[in-house]
């Protein structure tokens, strides 16, 4: 069978798109399937395109067993709506006009969304080579944006609705990756026999116990060390990180990393020079095959969301990776995550609730034992029920049924 993802972030881009897409690429392949992606040039989240690329339009090269064909794209930092808008907009133009042609002819095509402007190029690609077109959901886009506040339900969010529905129609399946999600959909009309839930997960050749050797780096010598580790995003609510290590700055023995890049990382940096914070400390940041050092490095990772009734729907996808990783996670999250951390036997407190977060945090830091034994559960719980390689062998099976 052969499988073409339309997809604007992969690797060596950071993120949970391009680690859905190679985990799940590399079973199918291992399994005799063909896989191509159509994808950017490497650019996110900073918007610099690496020198190799540079004065080219379309580049195909292998990603181990992948087939790659890389197309140019105005490349932006992920900054703002506008810069994301563009540079969406720019590739899912140029997937279409010079990249989508050179791939061998699919037997199906998923596009995945976020980002959403990549769904026109990929339907349309699907629709002229009558190929099976299958929309994988791993965000209620533009819902999210009314719901945090970003966006008013004005004329552009009642377009984008509309586009969003009509792909919704078109789509021979839907695949979503939370339970949650198909709720909403069927919630809308949608019928509940075309969506179909894979949910994120972890794989457990990536994602094994790493080694503490950004401890020191990150500001963590003698210290019980707290951090998040991924996309500083908007909606990612990390501010209530830095309210904790305003509550807990007298505390000597506690300290504060955030790793990686984003859209609201300047920001963020701002508060806590402002606020004098000498406990918390930012780190640029890491290749892929770091980051479970990274998680090692910490005492126990932090994982939360802006308080919005909305987002207890959304399922981070990096709590997967770190409780592989047998790293414990505090998070303030709620609905259906939170269940999935509390099952795992982690720690849970209210979005948005920075005493109990801090609390929590220092609970932790006294009871590190404590910790130890829900790193291992958390690994346990993931490899009963959101082992990425299990996880890859439902959605063939599901391709296959819609290539049929």
Known sequence: MRILWVAQWFPPDLGALPARITEMSSVWTAEGHEVSVVTAFPHHPLGKIPDAYRGKFVVREKYGD??????????????????RTLCQVSFSI????????????????IVSSPPFFTLPGGWLFAKLIRAPFVFEVRDLWPAVFVESGVMKKGLAYKVLEAMEKFFYRVAKRIIVVTRSF?????????????????PNGADFETWTPGKPVFRDELGGEGKALFGFVGTHGVLTGLELILDAATILRDDPNIAFAFVGEGADKERLMNIARERGLTNVRFHDAVAKASVKDVYASLDACLVSLVPVPFFGKFIPSKIFEILASEKPIIAALSGEPAQILREAGNFVVAPGDAAAFAREIQRVAADRAGAAEAGRKGRAYVAEHFNRRDLARQYIRELVRVAK
């Open 66 to 83: 992948i087939d790659v064909i890389r197309c140019w794209l105005l490349a932006l930092p992920n900054r703002s709506m506008w810069q």
């Open 94 to 109: 140029t997937a279409v006009l010079l990249g989508i042609w050179k791939a061998k002819r699919p037997d199906v095509v």
């Open 182 to 198: 198909r709720e909403d959909l069927t919630s809308r009309g949608f019928p509940e026999e075309k969506i179909g839930v894979i």
